[in-house]
T-cell receptor
Framework: GQQLNQSPQSMFIQEGEDVSMNCTSS?????WLWYKQEPGEGPVLLIA?????ELTSNGRLTAQFGITRKDSFLNISASIPSDVGIYFC?????????????FGAGTILRVKS | KAGVTQTPRYLIKTRGQQVTLSCSPI?????VSWYQQTPGQGLQFLFE???????NKGNFPGRFSGRQFSNSRSEMNVSTLELGDSALYLC??????????FGQGTRLTVV
């Protein structure tokens, strides 16, 4: 079945540092999505990527959709304490009718101020 | 615009019981999907509903079922609960094939 390999598993960084995380897969996805989840909450959509090679920014966040449609990365610049959380990549699979998301295992981000 | 609303937020049930969780999607969104999140398995797709029809189903036993109403609100039901069903159950809604927006989830604990 489809699997997403997300790395790193966790990061403990100094406030102000840049962060980079990525997801790879052997499968091709129609859309890549990046979510952030905080304790006790549902995932919140950060960035959606639709086209191979697409580079999209959302404030301090930048994400790119791999040219082969099998990978994506997320960068966070100048991290701040509120960036703490679990970041998930998700690949969208279009079915004959509808779609579903396949998720990576998540990257736990901790920021020390 | 209100987000995806899930009720209840927390639930404690005993093994063997059954449970029903509710999800109200974002207004105008007709697609509702359900996911199970556990520390061991991560986020796993349960099923997707659109226009009151189940379009897709994940690899979960028949004890997991759902339905969608004409107003797009959805419920999922788990019968004969097992300890391993303890999880955060997440509902997501989307407009067509666009990105999915999640609710806060229902934390189910089976004792």
């Amino acid at each position: 079945g489809q699997q997403l390999n997300q790395s790193p598993q966790s990061m403990f960084i100094q406030e102000g540092e840049d962060v980079s995380m990525n997801c790879t897969s052997s499968s091709i996805f129609n859309t890549w999505l990046w979510y952030k989840q905080e304790p006790g909450e549902g995932p919140v959509l950060l960035i959606a990527l639709y086209k191979a090679g697409e580079l999209t920014s959302n404030g301090r966040l930048t994400a790119q959709f791999g040219i082969t449609r099998k990978d994506s990365f997320l960068n966070i610049s100048a991290s701040i304490p509120s960036d703490v959380g679990i970041y998930f990549c998700a690949g969208q699979i279009l079915m004959e009718y509808g779609n579903k998301l396949v998720f990576g295992a998540g990257t736990i981000l901790r920021v020390k101020s | 615009k209100a987000g995806v609303t899930q009720t209840p937020r927390y639930l404690i049930k005993t093994r063997g019981q059954q449970v029903t969780l509710s999800c109200s999607p974002i207004s105008g969104h007709r697609s509702v999907s359900w996911y199970q999140q556990t520390p061991g398995q991560g986020l796993q797709f349960l099923f997707e509903y659109f226009s009151e029809t189940q379009r897709n189903k994940g690899n979960f036993p028949g004890r997991f079922s759902g339905r969608q109403f004409s107003n797009s609100r959805s419920e999922m039901n788990v019968s004969t609960l097992e300890l391993g069903d303890s999880a955060l159950y997440l509902c997501a809604s989307s407009f067509g094939q666009a990105e999915a927006f999640f609710g806060q989830g229902t934390r189910l604990t089976v004792v």
